[in-house]
């Protein structure tokens, strides 16, 4: 029985950025960690939120498409360029829909037989649509 191998879900910057093949980010070597801003922005998110986006998160670990698909060109470069400075490249995007309107916005990379999940934003729909270049 072939078992489709299941994607890690990574916040941390530095791991998914690796994971994603970010040549500019390097782990540090020491010091106190720093959260990544996708861990901050799902610190601030209502509890409610945040226990949705650990559900979503093993649902992508199952299917790392659970999302809904958004085309790039619909991406302003600016953010493009905020995410490429994250996590590398974006090929892929995908959106969760979560509690009280709040939006999570993830991208997946394949090495192999291996993916990797990186969540680039935890954020309200207003955010989502300022980010989008919607609102």
Do not use: C
């Not at 072939?2 to 690796?18: G, W």
């Amino acid at each position: 029985m072939d078992a489709k191998p299941r994607p890690k879900i990574l916040v941390n910057r530095a791991a998914s950025a690796k994971a994603l093949g970010a040549p500019h980010v390097a782990a540090s070597a020491g010091g106190p960690h720093r959260a990544s801003a996708p861990t901050k922005q799902l610190e601030a998110a209502p509890r409610v939120v945040q226990d949705a986006v650990r559900r979503q998160a093993r649902a992508i670990a199952i299917d790392s498409q659970e999302g809904t698909f958004i085309p790039l060109r619909k991406v302003p470069e600016r953010t493009l360029r905020r995410w490429r400075s994250r996590a590398g490249e974006v090929k892929v995007l995908f959106k969760l829909d979560l509690p009280e309107g709040w939006r999570a916005l993830y991208t997946v990379a394949s090495e192999g037989p291996f993916s990797v999940a990186a969540i680039l934003e935890v954020v309200s729909h207003t955010e989502y649509d300022r980010l989008l270049g919607y609102g």
